[in-house]
């Protein structure tokens, strides 16, 4: 039994016996209030127990392995997950045929797939953990790509002495650039414009 719905006079009874009978702590659970319950205004008339759900949290690696899973496979692709905790941060790498299509045009596609399954895990109880999604080593390929481009459009911006407007990039990737350049004593970076279309600009201090 991995769930259960309790009632009771309080939710702090409701939710003890949902624990007691599950076997679990309550940094074991995920505790959902169903209905507050209500005392009644005189001498009980209209009282109404408490309701709670409280499930077992289940490990975080095999919710994301699933997710991904139900979620590519609706895309008509097979993919192999394999997951590797560092810190706060879940890894999640996708290996399959055909795969590449989960990146769209500069990541896209693999953004908005790393963002419904941050969501969907924060939902399911998972907290204090970002999920990163990669497949074919995409993100440490375009991160170097970046690295690269933002030390090229650098010197232009000092031979030139020219700011120069980057096109539109994810939050994953202006961060990339503002960290490559930030130690340069020559120019400085910064962001405008709003979501999706917020891009780089690299000027001279």
Known sequence: MDSIEKLAKTVAEATAEALAVLNITEDEAIITVLDEGAKGAIFGIGARPAKVRVAKKRDPEELVKEFLREVVL?????VRVETNRKGR???ADLFGENIGILI????A???????IT??????????DTSIV??????RKRRKDTLEGLARSISRKVKDKRQNVKLEPM???ERHVIHTALQNDKQVRTFSEGNEPYRH?????K
């Open 74 to 78: 609706h895309m008509s692709l097979d």
């Open 89 to 91: 941060f879940l890894y």
């Open 104 to 107: 769209g045009k500069h990541g």
């Open 109 to 115: 596609t693999l953004d908005s797939l790393q963002y």
């Open 118 to 127: 941050n969501l969907a895990m924060s939902r399911m109880g998972v907290k």
């Open 133 to 138: 999604v990669d497949t074919e080593n995409y």
């Open 170 to 172: 994810s939050r994953f």
């Open 200 to 204: 780089v600009i690299i000027a001279l």
